[in-house]
Antibody, heavy 124, light 107 residues
Framework: EVQLVESGGGLVQPGGSLRLSCAVS????????MDWVRQTPGKGLEWLGR??????????EYAASVKGRFTISRDVSKNWLYLQMNSLRSEDTAVYFC???????????????WGQGTQVTVSS | DIQMTQSPSSLSASVGDRVNITCRAS??????LAWFQQKPGKSPKSLIY???VLHSGVPSRFSGSGSGTEFTLSINSLQAEDFATFYC?????????FGPGTRLEIK
């Protein structure tokens, strides 16, 4: 069974940093693209970025709104996905989800499985 | 960026009804379109990918159609557990973008 469990959310001051973690299990972590997505009542669902699979050297893509501030990385030995968030702003307040894309290229790469989410609040 | 719109933004229906939700892309995305269902307090769940392919375990009363810029999610014979918010998503190009959602409520 595919399981994605996020952790690390909380309250942080504007300008601060936070690292979210996603523990993955039930599948071959190296073989799948992984995305981070966030959700706010006002802006809805927003894709933040992607870590490609081992065959693509875990290369990354980012949304313009977080590029240069957020970094996605993996610890493949421990089956963890991370989202390092720096220079946080009030508008980064959201529920953050870790997601997994299907394996293989025929289906395309979309957020197939989702974790339960972790709340991040940026406020002084 | 590819903008995704959905209509209607909200919809009231009864158990047993058939409903259609439309998703439009600001430019052609062939069939790189997915649909998700989200219930309050829960994470989104995959329903359909490649515009028309049901995710494993999704009931056959759900179906998807369309290509290019216009897509439809149809739900036949609505069940009580189907009432939720539905989102489309395009994964043709970066950044991946979501529609704003359609809230399906019980009449």
């Amino acid at each position: 069974e595919v399981q994605l469990v996020e952790s690390g959310g909380g309250l942080v001051q504007p300008g601060g940093s936070l690292r979210l973690s996603c523990a993955v299990s039930g599948f071959a972590f190296s073989d799948h693209y992984m995305d981070w997505v966030r959700q706010t009542p006002g802006k809805g669902l927003e894709w933040l970025g992607r870590s490609r699979d081992k065959d693509n050297s875990y290369s990354t893509e980012y949304a313009a709104s977080v590029k240069g501030r957020f970094t996605i990385s993996r610890d493949v030995s421990k089956n963890w996905l991370y989202l390092q968030m720096n220079s946080l702003r009030s508008e980064d307040t959201a529920v953050y989800f870790c997601t997994r894309a299907p394996g293989g290229i025929f289906t395309g790469f979309y957020p197939e499985y989702w974790g339960q989410g972790t709340q991040v609040t940026v406020s002084s | 960026d590819i903008q995704m719109t959905q209509s209607p933004s909200s919809l009231s229906a009864s158990v047993g009804d058939r409903v259609n939700i439309t998703c439009r892309a600001s430019q052609g995305i062939t069939n790189y379109l997915a649909w998700f269902q989200q219930k309050p307090g829960k994470s989104p769940k995959s329903l359909i990918y490649a515009a028309a392919v049901l995710h494993s375990g999704v009931p056959s009363r759900f179906s998807g159609s369309g290509s290019g810029t216009e897509f439809t999610l149809s739900i036949n014979s609505l069940q009580a557990e189907d009432f939720a918010t539905f989102y489309c998503l395009q994964y043709k190009a970066y950044p991946i973008t979501f529609g704003p959602g359609t809230r399906l409520e019980i009449k």
